[in-house]
């Protein structure tokens, strides 16, 4: 933020670190060093990649090396501002921060820099060479303009741990709500201690009008034109001083990490800022405020200097002529000669018409763009009828033809500001409708090369009523393989929905296969020199579909394995995993993930990645949602069961549901008893929550998994990224039939009053945002599960029951949640007296141990109840749990009821009690889970003689050491 210096403790400058040799550029390209992937964090993990469930009350550390294009500005060995690496020769930072005078001979740019405090082996330091301001930025004025690109003494040499931040390039759109990353070394409070080491903040975008508003309560005279802001409104997380000059960065939605703004200005950190008006001056706060990097792309890649292949101005947006093409043949060739390389910075777009009824055949005869794995630094986007994108290409393996069924189609060309290549050829004729099968989505390819294909859109979800084919024709000596390296379809019994049929000929009449879901097919050889694929999806329930290789295998010989190509790994077999799962509370066999990672629209949840989610359905009707904490127990609100008097009758519970019109997979069971908390209080909404007994238990099964509870009384740390799941999060629009998921921020508790003045109790909490419509829980989904991720990874916790809100359309609010870790010894009383009751017919009940003897246990995964009745006197017993050779065992406790005055369990690593102690267990400190070391422990109760009982909740785990 645009403010006071930070000053960072450092002494002195260290010396270069020796790089490893680069690999040699392609040939024709410039010197610029190739070994950089902009935007790849090479040690992040796909949690990093595809979610921000992490703190950000105030920020974070950030794990080292995950965000290597960094850098520390620095006078006098002192941090001041930070900046981002754009290419080897380039950072961009705010004006602000270099309009001092002398910057060149008194600034020092540090990258690979981590913590302040210690010496890092990644730390190298440049001289400035030039520094330029954007003309148009006013020290009077300094938040408008606020950039500026600093040109090294010497090339930064790219490694693993030092890359560049990718530029956005002009398609980029990072909505509202999208949480995107500011990184910096700045206070950590206003006006309070500076880290040591680099901290990061996710923020959500704010709606530029909104951001205006805000801006005019603090100073109407104030210019925003080439802003872009961030930021809660009720505050609490922000960047700050000495964060200034430093990158904030969205994601694309496959993993590549784009510099958005730089971190410019605030008024003040992290304050308060939706309502300023009712705020004194002195008070109020603002958004966080970021330099526009796309607004000001054009000024960004010009004053970035590179060898060129031609001295061509860079005011030229298409080196070739663009426009309209029409007729019934013609050509695209860029560059055109006697240019050999196409430029930095194209943006060429045609527009091909052929006579009304014709269709298109695009055929290629050279192309060689920059590769990337999604396509988004150069490429070529063909669409059809200017909107539908039949296909994104790029890399140096020219597409198939392609026969767009319409007459028109439009193409569009993006180079960036880093390398390029030889371009591309391609030609167009117009040909009859019945040249080839016909396909709604708009292109039939034919093939008649090895090489890949894939489902429209890829990688992001293909479109609704897709009916897409691929002709492949090989050798007459050849037969032909597919080979599926990426699969996401939607999920169906028989593949009666969206799906993807190979056939062993053109007419389609004799099917190889028919795949969907999740699950990565076997390769499928065909039986002659030709091969169909056709591809089609439904009206809903869109994924990011497949991509495949083609290959030819000569008749003759055996199948043979093909490597994948560049860029490619396996994925993860989601069945296989699914069938070696381990059933445990708080896990799911398919991973949570978040395409667009907003907190301002909900989105599709992946099927089976919420486990524990029931629907509550009455007479055929979803009426509100829970969630499964045992075999015979759902978890829900008070308010969602009170006023149905037919509940036992008419009402099942459904688990392992993802949509709602679908039942493959799914449990339905009747309602046994409804135990609503005695203290529920309709008209205050006070203790709203409520147990659902059932007839008969769920069978745990990759489908349907138990939620963790948490600890009795703990808290959820305000602004923590946390998940609510339900089938009616869309307010807006018709209830959705698929399982939808919205990550909400839990709020402060003198935010939520603020909100709701004279409602909230001690049993409540707020979550969610009003920055958007759609960012709140509103009252048509009581019952449904927050739950938020613990320390062990991939093992979520229920913290929340959605309750209700207010005005979810026209005066938007956060949701008001049951706090259920208030709750936790009702439950558990009232779970753990069912488990200790006789066994009713057609029950399934936990196991549990009356403490007689010593006993061992030797089966994972397992769930035990340790009951030490009053009317035993003084013994001591022991449960030991053995685990294989080279394992180790994780403990998970739901439960502890006894007098320690009497009783006493203690838990030793090691096959007897003579081992190390790894825990003395209280009501007051019982622990969530213990971890041994190696593959025993022993737990331990001991009572006296006095009348008293001891009872324990637990489950247990083995894993494997390696």
Known sequence: MLGMPTPASRQGLKCWRRNPEHRKPDQGLSGLCTVSRCGESPLATDTDNYGLL??????????????????????????????????????????????????EATVIVCIGDHDFSVDESTERFFHIKKVTKHPNFN????????????????????????????????????????????????????????????????????????????????????????????????GGKDACQGDSGGPFLCQRSHGRWVLVGVTSWG????????????????????????TDIQRLLHWVTTNLKYEQPTLTPYQVHCSVNSGFLRGTAGQIILPAAPQKYYLNNENCRW?????????????????????????????????????????????????????????DISLKFISDFQEYRTG????????????????????????????????????????????????????KTHTIKITFLVFEVEPSNGCIFDRVVVYHNVAGTVVAGKFC??????????????????????????????????????????????????????????????????KVCGAAPVPPRFIHRSISEAEEAIPNSWPWQVSINCGGTHVCSGAIISERFVLTSASCVTERNEIHDVCFVIAGLHDLERSENSQKRLVKQVIVHPEFSPLLMDFDIALIQLEEGYRFSPYIQPICLPEAHSMVEPSTLCVVSGWDLKRDEEKSKKLQQLEVAVLPDDICNDYYPNFITERMFCAGTATSKSSVTCPGQPGAPLVCLSDDPGIYFIFGIVSWGVGCKENPKPGVYTNVS???????????????????????????VTCKEDVMFLQSPGELKLVVSSQHKGFRCQLKIQAPKD????????????????????????????????????????????????????????????????RVWFTYTFHSQH
């Open 887 to 950: 394992h180790f065992i994780i403990i998970h406790f739901k439960h502890l009821h006894g007098s320690y005055a009497h009783n006493s369990l203690v838990i030793y690593e090691g096959a007897s009690s003579n081992g190390t102690v790894k825990a003395e267990l209280t009501k007051d400190e019982i622990p969530i889970t213990i971890t041994s070391v190696g593959p025993s422990l022993i737990i331990e109760a001991t009572k006296a003689d006095a009348p008293s009982e001891l």
């Open 424 to 475: 591309f050829a391609l030609s167009y004729l117009a040909v009859e409708p019945n040249f080839y099968p016909d396909s709604a989505c708009g292109s039939v390819a034919v093939i008649f090369e090895e090489g890949e294909i894939q489902s429209m859109n890829h990688p992001q979800k293909y479109t609704r009523n897709a009916n897409c084919h691929w002709v492949v024709y090989s050798p």
């Open 139 to 234: 020290p009077s004025q300094p938040i408008n303009y606020d950039i500026a690109v600093l040109e090294l003494a010497r090339s930064i040499k790219f490694d693993e741990k030092i890359q560049p931040a990718c530029l956005p390039n002009p398609d980029d759109i990072f909505a509202a709500g999208s949480l995107c990353v500011a990184l910096g070394w700045g206070r950590l409070q206003e006006n309070g201690q500076l880290p040591t080491r680099l901290q990061q903040v996710a923020l959500p975008l704010v709606e530029y009008k909104r951001c205006l508003h805000a801006m005019e309560t603090l100073d109407g005279r104030l210019v925003f034109d080439t802003v872009v802001c961030a930021g809660f409104p009720e």
């Open 517 to 582: 879901g999740f699950a990565l097919p076997a390769p499928v050889l065909s039986t002659s020199n030709v091969m169909q694929i056709k591809f089609t999806s439904d009206t809903a329930g869109n994924y990011i579909g497949f991509r495949a290789v083609i290959s030819f295998v000569p008749i003759s010989t055996s199948i043979r394995k093909k490597t994948l190509g560049r860029g490619y790994s396996r994925p993860r077999n989601t069945q296989a995993a699914m069938e070696t799962y381990d």
């Open 267 to 290: 008024m003040g950190c992290a304050r308060k800022w939706d309502n300023n008006l009712m705020q004194v001056p002195g008070k109020r706060g603002s958004p966080a405020v970021f």
């Open 822 to 848: 208030v709750f936790v010894e009702w439950i558990d009383e009232i779970v753990l007296a069912d488990s200790t009751s006789p066994n009713e017919p057609g029950s399934t009940q936990d196991s549990y």
């Open 54 to 103: 992490s703190r950000i009350v105030g920020g974070t550390v950030a794990k080292k090396l995950t965000h290597p294009w960094i850098v520390s500005l620095k006078r006098d060995a002192k941090h001041f501002c930070g900046g981002t690496i754009i290419s080897n020769k380039y950072v961009i930072t705010a004006a602000h921060c270099v309009s001092d005078r002398n910057v």
């Open 351 to 407: 527009m091909i018409i052929v006579p009304q009824g014709k269709h298109i055949l695009l055929t290629f005869t050279r192309f060689n763009l920059e590769w990337d794995y999604s396509c988004d630094l150069d490429y070529l986007a063909i669409y059809s009828k200017e909107i539908h994108l039949i296909g994104k290409f790029c890399g140096n393996v020219p597409p198939r033809p392609i026969l767009v069924s319409n007459s």
